[in-house]
């Protein structure tokens, strides 16, 4: 998310460059499985989620790359667990902003769900090196999936809890930044849900945004989509449009997909977990859906 990458070190701008000589994919890879096609009544197999089988954006558009999250364990033609993208520290922890380091095990699939676990059991890590406070789950389609425009969209339920950080942003293949898509960043110390995007040329980036307050994100399931098509972005919430913007700095390359439940270890923003939050907790998700536009 934005937020993360304002931390950086001068020693970004050559990683931003040595970015440079990579080419983004416009074309999305596919992987069609019979077992994921998404569901005709649109209630994941182990119980009721979001209410209704296709939002409105995504009505007629071509359905290119899906997870309904039914297997036993992660999906890894789609996904991975390692980072990697400008800004990070490591494969897995992206900089000071975050208390969290990705581990594997902190990545569940159960009844037809994916569970993106965050707990406070300190672990030593190893890339980078260092000893962390937090434990995160971090799952990313860089390499195994990614396309230009389209409309994306996960059913999802938040975690409640001071210092809880999970999102649903989308970044570009080719490892430059910005641009970014945050299509559901949730601060759920503030509690308020922020979408929107970053743009322009490190170190002068350009933030569209907004926020919206309450706890809606964590007492039921939700949708969470942006229809993205040229010079355009118009983020969803529960199929119904919440935020538009215009204009050159929307993207055109190539992006990819993270979903992950850091926590936020700064002052603002809620602050950093304390002993009033829950442990363990998880942002689940019932699937995520990528359709092509026409």
């Known amino acids: 998310m934005g937020t993360r990458l304002r931390t950086w070190s001068i020693g970004v701008a050559g990683l931003l460059l040595a970015a440079g000589s990579l080419s983004a994919a416009a074309t999305p890879t596919q992987l069609p499985s019979a077992t994921d096609t998404p569901s005709a009544t649109g209630t994941a197999r182990y119980g009721a989620t979001c209410s209704t089988a296709t939002s409105p954006p995504a009505r007629g558009l071509p359905l290119t790359w899906s997870d309904e999250f039914g297997g036993r364990s992660l999906d890894t033609r789609r996904w991975s667990t390692v980072m990697d993208f400008p800004g990070r520290a490591g494969g897995h922890y ?51 999936f990614f396309q230009s425009y389209g409309y994306w969209e996960i059913c999802a339920k938040f975690p409640a809890g001071k210092g809880l950080w999970p999102a649903f942003w989308l970044i570009p293949q080719d490892r430059s930044w910005p641009p970014e898509i945050d299509v559901a960043e949730w601060f759920a110390g ?36 942006v229809l993205w098509k040229p010079g355009q972005l118009t983020f969803y919430t529960d199929g ?20 992950n439940s850091g926590t936020w270890a700064n002052a603002d923003r809620g602050g950093p977990p304390d002993a009033t939050t829950r442990f363990p907790n998880s942002f689940d998700v019932d699937y995520i859906r990528v359709y092509r536009t026409r």
């Open 240 to 259: 119904k449009p919440t935020y538009t913007l215009t204009g050159a700095q929307v993207p055109s390359k190539a992006m990819y997909v993270v979903l």
């Open 94 to 144: 992206h900089n000071s902003s975050y208390g969290s380091y990705a581990v594997d095990q902190n990545v569940v699939l159960s009844d037809g769900r994916l569970r993106l676990v965050a707990d406070n059991k300190p672990v030593v890590g190893t890339d980078p090196a260092g000893t962390y406070q937090y434990t995160e789950g971090f799952i990313s389609s860089h390499d195994k």
């Open 190 to 225: 503030m509690p308020s849900m922020h979408t929107g995007l970053a743009s322009g040329t490190w170190p002068d980036v350009r933030w569209d945004s907004k926020w919206t307050a309450g706890t809606a994100p964590t007492t039921g399931w939700h949708k969470y989509g």
